[in-house]
């Protein structure tokens, strides 16, 4: 959000963030999800924008913090989180970076989703006619696979047998 830019210079620029030792390095940086897509679905965000605080273990496990956003959106309270108070919030493992079908299988997930929901009418009318031209398509795309699966075993399961003639 252009909103925090200022705020996130501001701290990265803060005296008392840059004095930390090389054990507690904070590096300050944002990241434009457009330009970066597969990073919201490795670090399940689901909105922008999201604060995220990654430090690492002692078994350099890195571990997720989210920011509250309910704490506000102001320079105290986000420096407050970044500089200790992330301990007060829920901790969960950070996620290795996925493989490629593993990425992919979270990316069709995703997209079943919000056409499920578009077809339900919670984008209004025009994700309800979204939603349902998405079914079709995700319909046609199975529908070939299922095709493709179906002609592969069949013409690996046919064989040609010859028939011995009179003659031999």
Request: hydrophobic content about 40%; some cysteine.
């Amino acid at each position: 959000s252009k909103v925090l830019l200022p705020i996130f210079s501001q701290l990265a620029q803060d005296k008392e963030i840059l004095q930390r030792g090389d054990d507690n390095e904070i590096v300050i940086s944002t990241m434009d999800l457009n330009q970066n897509p597969r990073v919201p679905t490795r670090l399940m965000v689901r909105g922008s924008p999201t604060i995220l605080l990654l430090s690492k273990s002692n078994d350099d496990q890195g571990v997720l913090y989210k920011y509250n956003n309910s704490k506000g959106r102001d320079y105290a309270s986000i420096k407050e989180f970044v500089l200790g108070g992330f301990v007060n919030e829920p901790a969960r493992i950070a996620p290795p970076k996925p493989s490629q079908i593993e990425y992919w299988l979270k990316t069709a997930k995703a997209v079943t989703k919000k056409v499920k929901e578009s077809a339900q009418g919670k984008h209004g009318t025009q994700g309800y006619i979204i939603g349902v031209g998405g079914f079709a398509v995700l319909f046609a795309i199975f529908a070939f696979l299922f095709v493709l699966c179906v002609l592969s075993c069949f013409r690996s399961s046919t064989k040609t047998i010859k028939v011995p003639s009179k003659e031999d």
